[in-house]
């Protein structure tokens, strides 16, 4: 079994900054694409950002310039850097791991979600 484990959430205020972590644990070989997802409330779950092993990146046109994300391949880390938040990044934010490869499978997982609140 995988898990992720999130961490770094929070309240911030407008223009501030917070950096999300995700590691994942388990038996892992290889992972191929780690991402941040968010969730805001009587919304639908939506990308933020995700990257490769390669280290390509792909994000939401909503958080592009500001939002950065990073991997650490050998600790099976992701990072999402945050700044110049706003009200409406408010949101669960939960971390994505796809096509991870355990040997036997490849499986996608997700973490519990971590809250960011963005408000004055």
């Known amino acids: 079994q995988v898990q992720l484990v999130e961490s770094g959430g929070g309240l911030v205020q407008p223009g501030g900054s917070l950096r999300l972590s995700c590691a994942a644990s388990?038996?892992?070989?290889?992972?191929?694409?780690l991402g941040w997802y968010r969730q805001a409330p009587g919304k639908q779950r939506e990308l933020v950002a995700d990257i490769t092993s390669g280290g390509s990146t792909n994000y939401a046109d909503s958080v592009k310039g500001r939002f950065t994300i990073s991997r650490d391949n050998a600790k099976n880390t992701v990072y999402l850097q945050m700044n110049m938040l706003k009200p409406e990044d408010t949101a669960v934010y939960y971390c994505?791991?796809?096509?991870?490869?355990?040997?036997?499978?490849?499986?996608?997982?997700w973490g519990q979600g971590t809250q960011v609140t963005v408000s004055s």
């Open positions: 994505y791991a796809g096509r991870v490869n355990q040997g036997w499978r490849a499986s996608d997982y």
């Open positions: 388990g038996s892992i070989i290889t992972i191929a694409t």
